[in-house]
């Protein structure tokens, strides 16, 4: 039996250890939690100092056994679990559980911590081992029995007031309303028309236009013109005038790399150019942080994935550097190395921004041994981190005034002169500070007379805001303050799962359950859905982490007004929440008012006056139209069910119109009105049916098996009947974005398989 053992989270982890601490090192993984609080009632308990229960996380029963007998056997323990607070707990747990056991009541092990999984950092850390940061683990442990606190006393006030198997959490219930109150700004929203000017013109063979910034001496603002008439006397009054330029104005202007990756960042990254979501980006980054076999044996790719620090360590800097001077060339290396100073003032500086632990180990060398999701993403963070060690990139700004009768046209074009860090990497589009105009206009100077090829107005109408994408909520919350950068891609995946909200074009838009949710929460616990109250919690923990606060007063604070809150809302009809009445009298019964209602199907219009008038009719829908629905034949005709042999019939649910069976509940056979999309393609998994158009619950369009159940094979894009040249897949699908236009692509995850068929539409 070796002397010493060592304890890792992941089994992966562990595989790659082993590699480098040889026989006299034996390594177990805990494999995540070993120890949790009780999920019932009492687990924390305010009245006795926020005593915690715990109980053994029995999906971990027996790799907990293994460690114990192994603890028995060894001289000296580390425990290596992940180098952050809940990794802290982790350990603080299994020593725990390790000294309650027969034998190990004197156990002293050692906490071993390294931010990458590389020969050199983890022989270094398990020199200098240390003693278990009581801090650290004060910290996990508020931040879990807050969490319990919430969701233990809201979740059944919610299940009474509103619909059993609802819950509210801590975190993600802010970021519910964030999602809340912008879908409500777009409800909000009154488009104002405006117009622009424009101006073609050319010299020699090339062409450019301008845009008119004055007229009559004065500057033009956004809504100057605001519509088609004032427009057309512009226009009017500057055709059949010479143009003439009378400023040249050159620039040289730089532009710097981003910093290296934080959690953050790269989520926001990955969503925006790889079209992975938070949670499966976290998945990919642990695999490369714990361990690939790249070929001679496994290798822990890049640094620890949970930060919110964007500094490198001295030798990475050297690494980095020495790369740039001798791979890429040495006018692409600065001076001086590139300093980035954190934004979050409660970062974690021991921590590095992730990065590769060596630059060396370059994509296209790594590729033949990593997943497609593992290469992209890995190539994403080797190129943001070389990147930031480089020269700016340097750019010849022009712009140009022309002169046309009465008013001032504007035209502005740049030349890159130096590509700089943009030969490695360039940020997505919410990292970049401003919009770069590539345009190339041809040599102009003061005086030149110029062609007028044409002149026009552009109608515009300004636009709501956009609903949140994964990119730009984790950027939101990480604004606010709300969450920490391991909790992004939970927050997410939790109101995924509640079906608070969903994704249409992947962007957020709340269900009718999460509106109804939210409005609960805003109106009567405003206090714990604040962005600035969840912010303060936030720092709070970071300052029981840095050993500035006690935990238990922070404990306590928060409870007394919470446990009040929950107790004066115990008397609240549910009808207050669940039910908006309408300015609109029932059309069935002439008496009562209508009111929107919240069932177990979402919101629908009800008369007051139920159960005596039954008037119901969908949300989206006119009392007229539901009318003019109700006056059609219910029998279809010619038709019997195929099931009982019973009539069918014309029923309208929550999803409009369909036939069922006239002898329901007994029979509950039901079709679409109008039979789906055939799309003549065979499904690829059973081989047997073929792909049909169906719209989901939220009226979402995809493609699935013809023979479900029997087969469950589904895609969001509408398939083609062509083979995936990459990794021959039997069918591709056709995907549309704003960012990469029309692009054939493998619906294989793995496979990552994308050509451009139509580019992207150009942006105004």
Request: aromatic share 8%.
């Amino acid at each position: 039996m070796a002397k010493n053992l060592l304890i890792v989270e992941s089994p992966s982890k562990a595989k790659t250890l082993k590699k480098y601490l040889g026989s006299d090192f034996e390594i177990l993984a805990s494999y995540g939690h070993v120890r949790d609080l009780v999920p019932k009632s009492g687990a924390v308990d305010p009245e006795n100092d926020f005593a915690m229960k715990y109980q053994l996380v029995s999906r971990n029963a027996k790799h907990l056994d293994a460690i114990v007998a192994a603890a028995k056997e060894a001289d000296v323990l580390y425990l290596a679990t992940d180098p952050d607070r809940e990794g802290e707990a982790i350990s603080w747990h299994l020593q725990e559980i390790l000294k309650s056991k027969r034998g190990l009541k004197n156990l002293h092990p050692k906490r071993v911590v390294f931010h990458e999984v590389t020969k050199k950092a983890v022989l270094d850390a398990v020199a200098h081992p240390r003693e278990l940061s009581q801090t650290l683990i004060d910290a996990q442990q508020t931040r879990r029995a807050l969490d319990y606190l919430v969701g233990f006393n809201l979740s059944p006030l919610l299940w009474k007031k509103i619909r059993r198997g609802l819950s509210a959490g801590r975190v993600q219930s802010p970021a519910l309303r964030m999602i809340c109150e912008r879908e409500q700004e777009i409800r909000e929203f009154t488009a104002q028309e405006y117009w622009t000017v424009h101006l073609d013109s050319h010299k020699a063979r090339t062409k450019f236009t301008a845009k008119l910034t004055h007229w009559q001496g004065q500057k033009l603002e956004q809504f100057d013109i605001p519509d088609e008439i004032q427009q057309q006397e512009i226009v009017n009054a500057l055709v059949g005038q010479q143009a003439h330029v009378t400023k040249v104005e050159k620039k040289k202007r730089s532009r710097n790399p981003a910093a290296p990756f934080t959690t953050s960042t790269m989520q926001q990254e990955a969503v925006r150019k790889l079209g992975m979501t938070t949670d499966r980006t976290m998945r990919t980054a642990q695999q490369l942080y714990e361990g690939v076999d790249v070929g001679q044996g496994a290798v822990g790719l890049i640094t620890y994935m949970r930060t919110d620090s964007v500094s490198l360590s001295d030798d990475a800097v050297i690494e980095i550097r020495h790369y740039i001077d001798n791979k890429i060339g040495s006018e692409y290396l600065p001076s001086a190395p590139k300093i980035y100073k954190t934004k979050s003032k409660n970062a974690q500086e021991a921590h590095e921004a992730i990065r590769p632990t060596s630059v060396y180990r370059t994509p296209e060398a790594v590729k033949p041994f990593l997943t497609a999701d593992q290469f992209r993403l890995y190539q994403m963070i080797w190129q943001r981190a070389v990147a930031c060690q480089m020269a700016p990139a340097r750019f010849d700004t022009t712009s140009v005034d022309i002169v046309v009768g009465k008013g001032i046209f504007r035209v502005t074009g740049q030349v890159q002169t130096f590509a700089g860090f943009l030969s490695v990497y360039e940020e997505g589009v919410d990292d970049s500070e401003d919009e770069e105009n590539a345009k190339k206009l041809p040599e102009l100077h003061e005086g030149d007379n110029l062609p007028v090829d044409r002149i026009f107005g552009e109608q515009h109408f300004t636009q709501p805001p956009p609903r949140y994408s994964e990119a730009s909520l984790v950027k939101a919350l990480e604004e606010y303050g709300i969450g920490r950068p391991s909790t992004y891609a939970s927050i997410i995946s939790t109101l995924k799962e509640r079906e608070y909200v969903t994704l249409e074009q992947k962007r957020f838009l709340p269900t009718d359950t999460g509106e109804v949710v939210n409005k609960f929460l805003t109106e009567h616990f405003g206090q714990y859905v604040d962005y600035n109250f969840t912010a303060r919690l936030e720092n709070q923990l970071d300052d029981i982490a840095g050993g500035k606060r006690e935990w238990r007063p922070v404990m306590q604070q928060f409870w007394k007004g919470f446990d009040k809150e929950i107790k004066a809302k115990e008397d609240i009809p549910r009808a207050e929440l669940t039910a908006e009445n309408l300015d609109e009298i029932c059309p069935k019964c002439g008496v009562n008012q209508l009111q929107i209602k919240f069932g177990k199907r979402g919101r629908f219009i009800a008369c007051t006056g139920y159960p005596e008038c039954d008037y119901t009719r969908n949300v989206n829908e006119t009392a007229e139209e539901a009318a003019k629905a109700a006056e059609e034949p219910t029998i279809v005709e010619g038709r019997s069910c195929p099931k009982c042999q019973g009539q069918l019939v014309y029923k309208r649910g929550r999803y409009g119109k369909f036939i069922g069976c006239a002898n329901y509940p007994k029979c509950k056979y039901i079709e679409p009105l109008e039979k789906p999309k055939d799309t003549g393609i065979e499904c690829p998994k059973c081989h047997k049916g073929s792909l049909i158009e169906r719209k989901s619950r939220y009226g979402k369009l995809f493609y699935s098996c013809n023979t479900y159940p029997d087969c469950d094979y589904a895609v969001w894009n509408p398939p083609i009947n062509e083979q995936c040249p990459q990794c021959h897949w039997p069918i591709l699908t056709i995907k549309t974005t704003k960012r990469r236009g029309t692009e054939k692509v493998c619906p294989q995850k793995e496979c990552g398989y994308a050509e451009q068929i139509e580019p992207p539409a150009p942006k105004e």
